[in-house]
């Protein structure tokens, strides 16, 4: 690896959500010490980094902040920028980058596309058909069995899926999509695939080209409700490791998904640095890929982040580089880490914003406990307020899951928010094979 002193010595995140929080926390640690700035930010990242009200999705402001500041490493957490081409802009200016151009963007942007990729290179995925029009899709939906997944192709924020328990529902998302303009351009064009059972992991690669490292695996809970019900979400919770990936499934799953699919990409001659979020679901015949994101998941990346003893700004700056084999095998703690999202009452449906939050003092969390802004902002009177459906991402470390859960759910009732809401089952598959 490079010396610190050839590291860069200032970096921009880009994004506003409980991810970024986590990156610019585990940015701020290194060794190197890095000036951070975050753009737009929230309310808990301003407390830390200076913070510039850009939009995400602003490509020639986040452009022009770079230059002013004189920034030598963007990071780029959320897909939209991506999508947009904001890697393609700094790069064709000479600014490292770690997040894909938006041909990599792509993988995540179009459902179909990855889809189509997974067919072409023999990846283990579901079978699936893609649809524009509403009559088409129904006549294929009535040839499959129930339950069975309809997804908008583009993106949807983590709620462009539908797991149809029956018939009707699964006609109800086709015409929601293709008629009803329930997700925009996203829902013009959509997949229908078979229903997958099992359990899902999630698995973040470090990508650089054909190079790789797996991060810690992690497992996440869509759904809003305990005891997985209700609609999708972004994510209510996450828990690290996911032991159901045994060292010898890991193996596999490199062997037959994460290998395959880098090899894949880098044939379709995308030029790919950045991460790699494979959604797989552990079916009784093996594992299969549901979804490629490309970036740090979220809220994936609150659990894994804070268990790498690697240094993150050198993992990201080799990636960018073109280096990643020099940084060597990761190191990691052998702590599990819990986070359970506190996401505002409604989500992810209609929800207020502006309801006042109090935050326990540092000193009064849990031991290794942090609590990480999502959607918070500040009022025209200074109080910390809600800002989105996902609120705040409280993460706690420890030796055993069990104590990881419990610090984290006597952290999240230390939050005081009178439109609080969160599930109370994060990590319970894993407990309670244990």
């Not at 790069?91 to 490292?96: D, E, H, Q, V």
């Not at 031991?367 to 200074?382: E, F, K, Q, V, W």
Request: glycine letters at 10%; aromatic letters at 6%.
């Amino acid at each position: 690896m490079p010396p610190l002193s050839a590291l860069p010595q200032s970096v921009l995140v880009v994004g506003s959500g409980g991810r970024e929080h986590t990156l610019v926390r585990a940015l701020l640690t290194s060794p190197a010490a890095p000036r951070v700035i975050c753009a737009p930010g929230n309310a808990g990242i301003a407390e830390e980094a200076p913070c510039f009200s850009i939009a995400a999705d602003d490509i020639s402001g986040l452009v022009a902040l770079v230059q002013r500041e004189k920034i030598a490493f963007v990071v780029v957490g959320p897909e939209v920028p991506l999508s947009l081409g904001l890697a393609d802009r700094l790069r064709a200016l000479g600014i490292p980058v770690y997040g894909p151009g938006a041909d990599g963007a792509r993988l995540e942007a179009s459902k179909i596309f990855t889809k189509e990729i997974l067919l072409k290179h023999h990846i283990p995925t579901a079978p699936a058909a893609f649809f524009n029009a509403i009559e088409p899709a129904l006549a294929y939906l009535r040839t499959r069995s129930i339950p069975i997944v309809v997804k908008a192709d583009g993106l949807a924020a983590g709620k462009g899926v539908v797991v149809a328990q029956s018939l009707a529902e699964a006609e109800a998302a086709v015409h929601e999509m293709l008629a009803g303009d329930k997700f925009g351009a996203a829902g013009r064009q959509l997949l229908i695939e078979d229903c997958l059972f099992g359990e899902e992991t999630s698995i973040l690669v470090v990508v650089s080209g054909r190079d790789y490292l797996i991060l810690p695996t992690s497992q996440d809970h869509k759904r809003i409700g305990d005891g997985d019900t209700g609609p999708n979400t972004g994510g209510m919770g996450t828990y690290s490791p996911a032991e159901v990936v045994t060292p010898a499934l890991l193996a596999r799953i490199e062997d037959e998904i994460v290998r395959p699919s880098v090899n894949a990409i880098a044939s379709e001659g995308i030029a790919f640095c950045g991460t790699l979020f494979i959604g797989i679901m552990l079916t009784p015949i093996g594992p299969s890929v549901i979804e490629y994101n490309t970036r740090f998941g979220d809220p994936e990346t609150q659990v894994v982040l804070p268990r790498l003893t690697t240094d993150l700004l050198q993992l990201l700056w080799a990636a960018a580089c073109d280096r990643l084999p020099a940084v060597g095998p990761l190191v990691v703690k052998p702590d599990y880490a819990v986070c359970v999202v506190v996401a505002a009452r409604g989500y992810p449906d209609a929800y207020t914003k502006g309801d006042a939050i109090t935050l326990p003092a540092p000193a009064a969390l849990p031991p290794a406990t942090t609590i990480y802004h999502a959607g918070t902002a500040r009022n025209t009177l200074g109080q910390l307020v809600t800002n989105g459906g996902r609120v705040l991402g409280v993460t706690a470390l420890a030796p055993s899951l069990r104590d990881a859960a419990d610090r984290a759910y006597a952290a999240c009732e230390q939050v005081l928010c009178s439109t609080k809401y969160f599930r109370r089952d994060i990590g319970a598959r894993q407990l309670n094979r244990s």
